[in-house]
């Protein structure tokens, strides 16, 4: 099962500058979170438009079903992503800086238990082993991540080159897994209620059952005075 959430930062006052992408096959998953950068021009409309080109990447993720090269096929896809982002760029006469957002780029397979994470910048991933333990990755990037949109001009191998750089994940024997913007640092238990507030809508089994039950336990979080101090994305697998 799938579930998302997504939250607007109390600082945020106008838009929510996350945003996300997550698409089931009968063998695969795969998705991303996407998370624009405040001091860029209109944050929102960076994720926003780079969901929209990873959704029209049509059959390129099939190769994803036919090919195990996983770290190759997504340094491939996000080179396209650039290139599009090009393209728009050029259409509109816009800048680097309508487009910085951080990218968590994954996919998984049902069968194999394989979780591969690419970041393009900041975020955490967490991932449950077939055993019950629980892992993580905070790819922290000290509030000055190196976005795709930095690459804008360069060449198509320039910005291979670069993406052969960035962090990327091959994970085996994963049940469960939670694909999170930055703001999962930053929720705050702003009534000191004294409540693990992360570790509630994460592991919690209240609502497990439910597509929209990371929304339900947030809806309950606020209600005791929690808030996110940044835009939350998180996106969760669970084989229920």
Avoid at 30 to 40: E, L, Q
């Amino acid at each position: 099962m799938i579930q998302t959430l997504s939250v607007r930062s109390s600082e945020h006052q106008n838009h929510n500058e996350d945003d996300y992408f997550v698409v089931e096959r009968q063998n695969i998953i795969y998705g991303a979170v996407f998370d624009g950068c405040s001091s860029g021009v209109d944050s929102y409309w960076a994720s926003n438009t780079l969901k929209k080109i990873f959704n029209g990447l049509g059959s390129i993720y099939d190769e994803f079903e036919s090919d195990s090269n996983w770290d190759m096929l997504s340094i491939a896809l996000l080179s396209n992503v650039n290139t599009r982002m090009q393209m728009v760029s050029n259409i509109l006469k816009l800048d680097v800086y309508h487009f910085e957002a951080t990218i968590i780029f994954f996919v998984y397979d049902k069968n194999l238990k394989r979780l591969c994470v690419r970041f393009v910048g900041d975020g955490t991933v967490l991932w449950k082993h077939t055993n019950g333990v629980i892992s993580h990755c905070n790819n922290e990037q000290n509030n000055a991540p190196n976005y795709l949109a930095h690459h804008l001009n360069d060449d198509y191998m320039e910005v291979f080159d670069f993406l052969k750089t960035t962090t990327f994940l091959n994970l085996s024997d994963v049940d469960e897994f939670w694909i999170c913007s930055d703001g999962i640092d930053k929720v705050c238990d702003a009534k000191e209620t004294g409540k693990d507030g992360v570790d509630y809508l994460l592991n919690d089994p209240f609502a497990a059952h439910l597509k929209n039950g990371m929304v339900r336990k947030w809806n309950l979080l606020s209600r005791d005075g929690f808030i996110v101090k940044d835009d939350l994305t998180i996106i969760k697998y669970s084989n229920l």
